[in-house]
């Protein structure tokens, strides 16, 4: 996870790259509570990975957290379900300590 000060110009130029820097990607995007959510497929080496990069601002801050995780050929749709949901507890966590 990585916080930027919207205040800070540089900073503001940066979080609003990344969350506008995934176009021409094959790509899906979602929203989760006020988070913004991009879906897309990567690759490391021979590796193919898929990516859920979240953007949502709180405050004085933009956040992005990314979770990617590697598409292997023993990879379960039961065990990617599960990250899945645990990915969005964590973000929901961050959803309801904002509000308080």
Partial sequence: MTAYDLGDTTAMVEFTGKMLGH?????VE???GEWSINTF???QGS??????DCY??????GLHVR???PKLSQ????????????????????????AK
């Fill in 75 to 98: 990879t379960t749709k039961e065990w990617t379900d599960r990250l899945e949901a645990q990915f969005k507890q964590f973000l929901e966590q961050i959803e309801t300590k904002a």
């Fill in 41 to 43: 497929s990567g690759t």
């Fill in 67 to 69: 979770l990617a995780f």
């Fill in 56 to 61: 949502r601002t709180l405050g004085p801050a």
């Fill in 23 to 27: 176009d021409g990607q094959n790509q």
């Fill in 30 to 32: 979602s929203e989760l």
């Fill in 47 to 52: 590796t193919t990975y898929e990516i859920r």
